[in-house]
T-cell receptor
Framework: AQKVTQAQTEISVVEKEDVTLDCVYE???????LFWYKQPPSGELVFLIRRNSFDEQNEISGRYSWNFQKSTSSFNFTITASQVVDSAVYFCALSEGYDKIIFGKGTRLHILP | DADVTQTPRNRITKTGKRIMLECSQT?????MYWYRQDPGLGLRLIYY???????NKGEISDGYSVSRQAQAKFSLSLESAIPNQTALYFC?????????????FGPGTRLTVL
């Protein structure tokens, strides 16, 4: 069965610190997709990244980076030099296609000025 | 203009009422989705559609129905609303944009069933 675990329910860091959000997943399929989403206090959902199971290259987008390790079934998300605007709830998700997307329960990130 | 719009943004209704939530998109994407979000539970997929003639149940479809009136429109109905359907509902589309497969979410509809 598919499962996504975000063990960190809430994290607080001081602005400019780096922070890593953990995501561990379970699936029996060899082909699957992993996602990260951001939900700021305003409530909208923002898609950040989609990664397929055959692409283990790390991804960097500005201050955001993602580390995908199949050996440990993890897809961790790092924010470098955090800013107050990064404060949000971040969701990790897993799917075997575009159906049955399973979301983790989210990590609430507080960036303190 | 927003890529994905949802109407209404907020709705309070009573148990037993029929409610329709509407979603429109300007991305030209074939794939559309309805999710609900409950506190502490993340998002759960209600229904999804890969084109106008293709509609599929998601994880929690009981008590809901959908209609894909056109490529750009995907409506979610609650035939007889009940209090545990109180939640934040998101519509989303996905497709290729700028060389990558991307999802776009609407702003959400906050539904309260009394």
């Amino acid at each position: 069965a598919q499962k996504v675990t975000q063990a960190q329910t809430e994290i607080s860091v001081v602005e400019k610190e780096d922070v890593t959000l953990d995501c561990v997943y379970e699936t029996r399929d060899t082909t699957y997709y992993l996602f990260w989403y951001k939900q700021p206090p305003s409530g909208e959902l923002v898609f950040l990244i989609r990664r397929n199971s055959f692409d283990e290259q790390n991804e960097i987008s500005g201050r955001y980076s993602w580390n995908f390790q199949k050996s440990t079934s993890s897809f961790n998300f790092t924010i470098t030099a955090s800013q107050v605007v990064d404060s949000a709830v971040y969701f990790c998700a897993l799917s075997e296609g575009y159906d049955k997307i399973i979301f983790g329960k989210g990590t609430r990130l507080h960036i303190l000025p | 203009d927003a890529d994905v719009t949802q109407t209404p943004r907020n709705r309070i209704t009573k148990t037993g009422k029929r409610i329709m939530l509407e979603c429109s998109q300007t991305k030209g994407h074939d794939r559309m989705y309805w999710y609900r979000q409950d506190p502490g539970l993340g998002l759960r997929l209600i229904y999804y559609s890969f084109d106008v003639k293709d509609i599929n149940k998601g994880e929690i479809s009981d008590g809901y129905s959908v209609s894909r009136q056109a490529q750009a429109k995907f409506s979610l109905s609650l035939e007889s609303a009940i209090p545990n359907q109180t939640a934040l509902y998101f519509c989303a589309t996905s497709g290729w944009s700028g060389g990558t497969d991307t999802q776009y979410f609407g702003p959400g509809t906050r539904l309260t069933v009394l």
